[in-house]
């Protein structure tokens, strides 16, 4: 059974933590999936990725392609991971099950910290997910380094 961990961001944004989180996730030769909401802030993080620096490209590609379940890391809205995903990173609320949890070898939920709604759907996955028997970590940036807080 995976475990899902939680990342308050409130030191840097999504599109620097992002990248180090996915870096580590390849590093453990893992396939990640990465789901968010709005297709066009996928779009988004996918020309940011591109445009990181080129000693740190981290392979991917958009979901729809004909390439999916080649990529390493996809950038996805879809529930499916066609590219056979061993870790799930929701960003901007996007939903993720108990189900996929259990499945996966870990679920990196992001969320801005400095966003009121963000912050109450982070709390309600975290009360649905850990109320389902789900392994829960809460990680803060707030003191400039990654902490882990919270653990259930």
Same mark, same amino acid.
């Given at each position: 059974m995976g475990v899902a961990m939680f990342y308050h961001?409130?030191? @840097? =944004?999504? #599109?620097?933590?992002? =990248?180090?989180?996915?870096e580590k996730s390849l590093?453990?030769?893992? @396939?990640?999936?990465? @789901?968010?909401? %709005? =297709?066009?802030?996928?779009d988004w993080l996918d020309e940011r990725l591109w445009l990181g620096p080129e000693e740190g490209f981290l392979p991917h590609g958009r979901a729809g392609g004909a390439h999916d379940a080649q990529q390493p890391i996809l950038l996805t809205e879809r529930a499916d991971l066609p590219n056979g995903?061993?870790?799930?990173?929701?960003? %901007?609320?996007? #939903?993720v099950s108990a189900e996929e949890v259990a499945q996966m070898e870990r679920v990196c939920i992001l969320f801005d910290g400095m966003d009121e709604r963000a912050l109450t759907q982070a709390r309600g996955q975290w @009360?649905?997910?850990?109320?389902?028997?789900?392994?829960?970590?809460?990680? +803060?940036?707030? +003191?400039?380094?990654? #902490?882990?807080?919270? #653990?259930?």
């Open positions: 961001l409130t030191q @840097r =944004p999504l #599109e620097e933590t992002l =990248p180090m989180l996915l590093a453990a030769g893992w @396939r990640v999936a990465v @789901r968010g909401v %709005d =297709p066009g802030r996928l995903a061993s870790c799930l990173m929701s960003v %901007d609320g996007a #939903e @009360r649905a997910l850990t109320g389902a028997g789900c392994t829960a970590q809460y990680w +803060s940036e707030e +003191s400039g380094r990654w #902490e882990k807080k919270a #653990e259930s």
